[in-house]
């Protein structure tokens, strides 16, 4: 079974910083783009960050320069590192696979929150 | 804001056919494909239409998908209690270089 679980999530003040990972199974993680989404409480999807298979990284514009997106296929797991978080932040984050049929699957989520 | 513009709600009675639909731009919707995903209360989303207007197995062929130009369109024949959700379209975008999801819409099964 294809699996998704991600952890890392908690509560951190503005200004610092938080480790997502989202840990894969049953599939070759080495060969698929992964993504992470948010979503904050009661609001739409909003797309973060992706990492091809090959390594090349992409990024929406609110979080360039402070997110950094990496993977490490021999561990099977995707990272977020998030600096300088700000209030904005805070959602509950999605791992998810990318491929020919879209984002699937998606993991259950981590929720961030970023508050003093 | 979102980059793609969905209506925020939508509605319809048990049986009836309801269409959400998704507008977006060139850089978008115009040139890439459009996927459709479903979230259900307190769930993760999952993919409902890929490439514009495929299933992934196991959706219904109640639901379908397509494309004109720079908007999309999700259809939902046989409405269904268990069809509320809500519903959101995405697209790479070439401009941005990343991903655009709509806003989302709603689905109210009366």
């Known amino acids: 079974e294809v699996q998704l679980v991600e952890s890392g999530g908690g509560l951190v003040q503005p200004g610092g910083s938080l480790r997502l990972s989202c840990a894969a199974s049953?599939?070759?993680?080495?060969?698929?783009?992964m993504h992470w989404v948010r979503q904050a409480t009661g609001k739409g999807l909003e797309w973060v960050s992706a990492?091809?298979?090959?390594?090349?990284?992409y990024y929406t514009g609110s979080v360039k320069g402070r997110f950094t997106i990496s993977r490490e296929n021999a561990k099977n797991s995707l990272y977020l590192q998030m600096n300088s978080l700000r209030a904005g932040d805070t959602a509950v984050y999605y791992c998810?696979?990318?491929?020919?049929?879209?984002?699937?699957?998606w993991g259950q989520g981590t929720l961030v929150t970023v508050s003093s | 804001q979102s980059v793609l513009t969905q209506p925020p709600s939508a509605s319809g009675t048990p049986g009836q056919r309801v269409t959400i639909s998704c507008s977006g731009s060139?850089?978008?919707?115009?040139?890439?494909?459009v996927y459709w995903y479903q979230q259900l209360p307190g769930t993760a989303p999952k993919v409902l239409m890929y490439?514009?207007?495929q299933r992934p197995s196991g959706v219904p062929a109640r639901f379908s998908g397509s494309k004109s130009g720079t908007s999309a369109s999700l259809a939902i024949s046989g409405l269904r209690s268990e069809d509320e959700a809500d519903y959101y379209c995405?697209?790479?975008?070439?401009?941005?270089?990343?991903?655009?999801f709509g806003g989302g819409t709603k689905l109210t099964v009366l």
């Open positions: 995405a697209a790479w975008d070439d401009s941005l270089s990343g991903w655009v």
């Open positions: 990492i091809a298979s090959g390594g090349d990284t």
């Open positions: 049953g599939f070759t993680f080495s060969s698929y783009d």
């Open positions: 998810a696979r990318g491929g020919e049929i879209g984002f699937d699957p």
């Open positions: 490439r514009n207007d």
């Open positions: 060139s850089s978008n919707i115009g040139s890439n494909y």
